[in-house]
């Protein structure tokens, strides 16, 4: 037999080819399965000829490192047999590990089939060098190459199947079992080499008509490179191009998303509501079906921002836009138009589920929200509006569910109202006062009406409560109680609220420059003013401008308000207090305070509620009530003032109980400035000079 040897560079090129090839290999099932239609069929054929190129050129570096005593040379037609087996082969593999599943008998029949596609590929390049005579091979190393080639080709279709996804390290991977899969492969070829016996005499029959073996290894090995690198960077530049038309479609998606979704609580906005309200009014009138739109506004969310600032305000509209998605169905549309206003638009069979619903939402709402370390209780007012009978366009059942949602909070809020034909009526008033109320600061609309507080039992003057008045050009004397609740409601009671007391402490220097040096006044704030966190800065620069000693100046806080957020009045009056002012506790006896905290109040005076005046003198529980009022304030060391004083009976009672200071229609009815000036001039007891006044209305 010929003694035969190897180049070692070839060898080793060979082996180099062989791992570049299964990377290709690994690469290529990536991309096909990635892709669909004639994407994945050009992929596929791409990838076969990338594939079987690379494995036929590994193949082929390893037949030119074989070197025998005689010249060799190889067939051309069976050579390139070689490479179309290989490319064959390869593209059973590809289409092989690109299905949705692998089961083991599929694993195992590929294996075979590809196994023996690259024994034939190897052998006929083996036959290609036309030996003459013809070359003996040893049966166990023959079976032993074709087995390798199985098993290698198994171990391939594996390890591609489980890499052909995207991943953080599947590139590493990927390079890892390249080398594993090139290893297995040269094994099976210099094996399927080791087999082949060469006779003493042979002749190689393709030296003169073959191809030249000393140039073809470079051109091979040129090729090959070519060919696989130019796949890889395809397939790389495929997956750049994907990634970015990934990201545009998701920069795409979250344009959307901002487009029709609002930023903060990522509810439908009103655009997308919109859009949502219109098909179900072309549906419901295809199927001759109704609807519901449920306007939602939340009781007391502007006290919470101005208390605990807009963070938290944030935080409780995530959390509310939460409980609102969990008590709606899956087909019902919940959008948020803007700050604390939700709209939900359900299907319902009948109104009572739209009724149901509602009560639900208005349960849930009003349970306590912990925001951090704060918790915080709202409520909200709902108005319903059912298609058809309410409204037959988008606007129109709108328009109604809100004019029905202020019905519910004039109601008392925290509840639900069915929108009814009255309720637009009062909707265009409120709106147009609440239009008018906007220009009234501008345009001066606001005046001060004062009521004389006295001594007990019947003077002399001690100073007076500074009570507002709104004389419209267009609704003449407008009542506080039905403009102060949409001032509220609206956040102008700030800037009004300011205006009263510049114009309590203006006033009162005035009277002090005419003589009045001993009158004190005292003016009301409300739970929006006192949770404004410029509130002590708008005091001290009223009390500094008008030359007031802070003294005589007295701020009446409800007993509510105070206990709303207990701790955070305390800060705020506490501040006040420091300025020198004096702090009365209003309507005391109505609300539910808490004695610890009452204490530690920097307050000078409790004002008993009138509630408790009216039914003094009939033999009931208020004598008692009064009584122990009283005793509490003496306790405290605050000074005790009874309001809403109107007979003489309670004149004497209340000074017996122990009242330092009476204010009523007895003694004195609210008045202009002018007024009081004048009444003061002509008795010390302006109650003698405007005479008793039980009939006429309080404003106060």
């Known amino acids: 037999m010929l003694v035969s040897s190897y180049n070692s560079l070839y060898v080793l090129l060979s082996l180099i080819v062989a791992i570049l090839a299964s990377y290709t290999a690994l690469n290529m099932a990536g991309r096909v399965t990635r892709t669909q239609g004639k994407a994945s069929a050009l992929w596929l054929a791409g990838g076969s000829f990338a594939m079987g190129t690379g494995i036929w050129s590994m193949h082929f570096i390893g037949m030119l490192a074989f070197q025998l005593p005689i010249e060799l040379g190889y067939d051309l037609p069976r050579t390139g047999l070689s490479l179309v087996i290989a490319i064959a082969s390869s593209a059973f593999a590809l289409w092989l590990v690109?299905?949705?599943?692998?089961?083991?008998?599929?694993?195992?029949?590929?294996?075979?089939?590809?196994?023996?596609?690259?024994?034939?590929?190897?052998?006929?390049?083996?036959?290609?060098?036309?030996?003459?005579?013809?070359?003996?091979?040893?049966?166990?190393?023959?079976?032993?190459?074709?087995?390798?080639?199985?098993?290698?080709?198994?171990?391939?279709?594996?390890?591609?199947?489980?890499?052909?996804?995207?991943?953080?390290?599947?590139?590493?991977?990927?390079?890892?079992?390249?080398?594993?899969?090139?290893?297995?492969?040269?094994g099976m070829h210099y094996t399927g080499m080791s087999a082949a016996n060469f006779p003493l005499g042979s002749v190689c029959g393709a030296v003169n008509t073959g191809i030249d073996s000393k140039w073809l290894v470079v051109l091979v090995i040129l090729?090959?490179?070519?060919?696989?690198?130019?796949?890889?960077?395809?397939?790389?530049?495929?997956?750049?191009?994907?990634?970015?038309?990934?990201?545009?479609?998701?920069?795409?998606?979250?344009?959307?998303?901002?487009?029709?979704?609002?930023?903060?609580?990522?509810?439908?906005?009103?655009?997308?509501?919109?859009?949502?309200?219109?098909?179900?009014?072309?549906?419901?009138?295809?199927?001759?079906?109704?609807?519901?739109?449920?306007?939602?506004?939340?009781?007391?969310?502007?006290?919470?921002?101005?208390?605990?600032?807009?963070?938290?305000?944030?935080?409780?509209?995530?959390?509310?836009?939460?409980?609102?998605?969990?008590?709606?169905?899956?087909?019902?549309?919940?959008?948020?138009?803007?700050?604390?206003?939700?709209?939900?638009?359900?299907?319902?069979?009948?109104?009572?589920?739209?009724?149901?619903?509602?009560?639900?939402?208005?349960?849930?709402?009003?349970?306590?929200?912990?925001?951090?370390?704060?918790?915080?209780?709202?409520?909200?007012?709902?108005?319903?509006?059912?298609?058809?009978?309410?409204?037959?366009?988008?606007?129109?059942?709108?328009?109604?569910?809100?004019?029905?949602?202020?019905?519910?909070?004039?109601?008392?809020?925290?509840?639900?109202?069915?929108?009814?034909?009255?309720?637009?009526?009062?909707?265009?008033?409120?709106?147009?006062?609440?239009?008018?109320?906007?220009?009234?600061?501008?345009?001066?609309?606001?005046?001060?009406?004062?009521?004389?507080?006295?001594?007990?039992?019947?003077?002399?003057?001690?100073?007076?409560?500074?009570?507002?008045?709104?004389?419209?050009?267009?609704?003449?004397?407008?009542?506080?109680?039905?403009?102060?609740?949409?001032?509220?409601?609206?956040?102008?009671?700030?800037?009004?609220?300011?205006?009263?007391?510049?114009?309590?402490?203006?006033?009162?220097?005035?009277?002090?420059?005419?003589?009045?040096?001993?009158?004190?006044?005292?003016?009301?704030?409300?739970?929006?003013?006192?949770?404004?966190a410029g509130l002590v800065d708008i005091v001290r620069t009223a009390l500094q401008s008008n030359g007031l000693p802070p003294r005589f100046l007295t701020l009446e806080v409800t007993e509510s308000t105070a206990m709303r957020d207990a701790e955070a009045a305390l800060i705020v009056l506490d501040q006040l207090s420091a300025l020198g002012v004096s702090i009365s506790i209003d309507d005391f006896g109505t609300g539910y305070s808490s004695l610890l905290y009452l204490k530690r109040l920097p307050a000078n005076e409790l004002k008993i509620d009138r509630g408790f005046i009216t039914e003094l003198a009939k033999n009931n529980d208020d004598a008692a009530i009064v009584s122990a009022i009283v005793a509490l304030g003496k306790t405290l060391g605050l000074r005790i003032v009874a309001e809403g004083v109107e007979t003489s009976e309670q004149q004497e009672m209340l000074t017996e109980l122990g009242c330092d200071i009476l204010q009523g229609y007895l003694l004195g009815k609210p008045m202009s400035a002018q007024g009081m000036l004048e009444s003061f001039n002509t008795s010390s007891n302006p109650a003698a000079a405007t005479g008793p006044a039980l009939a006429v209305h309080r404003y106060d």
């Open 98 to 186: 690109c299905q949705k599943e692998m089961p083991l008998s599929w694993l195992l029949v590929g294996a075979v089939l590809m196994g023996i596609g690259i024994a034939a590929m190897h052998y006929t390049g083996m036959a290609a060098l036309l030996m003459n005579p013809v070359v003996e091979y040893v049966p166990s190393l023959f079976v032993l190459s074709v087995l390798i080639a199985i098993l290698a080709s198994g171990a391939a279709l594996w390890i591609a199947f489980r890499l052909r996804g995207e991943g953080k390290y599947i590139n590493r991977a990927r390079l890892c079992s390249s080398l594993v899969m090139g290893c297995a492969i040269v």
């Open 223 to 532: 090729v090959t490179l070519a060919v696989c690198a130019i796949a890889l960077i395809i397939s790389m530049l495929d997956v750049r191009t994907s990634l970015l038309a990934n990201s545009l479609d998701r920069a795409n998606s979250e344009l959307v998303q901002l487009a029709l979704h609002d930023n903060l609580t990522r509810l439908p906005n009103r655009i997308l509501l919109n859009d949502r309200l219109e098909q179900a009014i072309q549906k419901a009138g295809r199927q001759k079906s109704q609807f519901a739109v449920l306007f939602m506004d939340l009781d007391g969310f502007k006290l919470v921002n101005d208390t605990y600032g807009h963070h938290t305000g944030d935080q409780l509209l995530v959390e509310v836009a939460t409980r609102i998605n969990n008590a709606k169905r899956g087909e019902d549309t919940g959008a948020r138009l803007g700050g604390d206003e939700f709209v939900l638009l359900i299907d319902l069979a009948e109104p009572e589920d739209a009724a149901a619903l509602a009560q639900r939402l208005v349960e849930d709402i009003k349970a306590p929200f912990v925001l951090g370390r704060q918790t915080v209780h709202v409520s909200t007012s709902i108005g319903i509006a059912i298609f058809p009978v309410d409204g037959h366009t988008d606007h129109e059942l709108m328009v109604n569910a809100d004019a029905a949602m202020y019905h519910a909070k004039e109601q008392g809020r925290n509840g639900y109202c069915f929108f009814e034909r009255t309720m637009n009526i009062n909707a265009h008033q409120q709106l147009q006062l609440q239009q008018d109320l906007r220009k009234a600061l501008d345009q001066n609309e606001f005046i001060l009406h004062y009521q004389p507080k006295m001594i007990a039992p019947d003077g002399p003057m001690t100073g007076v409560e500074a009570l507002l008045r709104w004389n419209s050009p267009n609704w003449g004397l407008v009542p506080p109680d039905r403009f102060l609740p949409l001032a509220e409601r609206t956040g102008l009671i700030v800037p009004i609220g300011n205006w009263v007391i510049n114009e309590a402490c203006r006033q009162m220097a005035e009277w002090h420059a005419l003589g009045k040096g001993e009158w004190s006044i005292a003016v009301n704030l409300s739970t929006v003013q006192l949770a404004n």
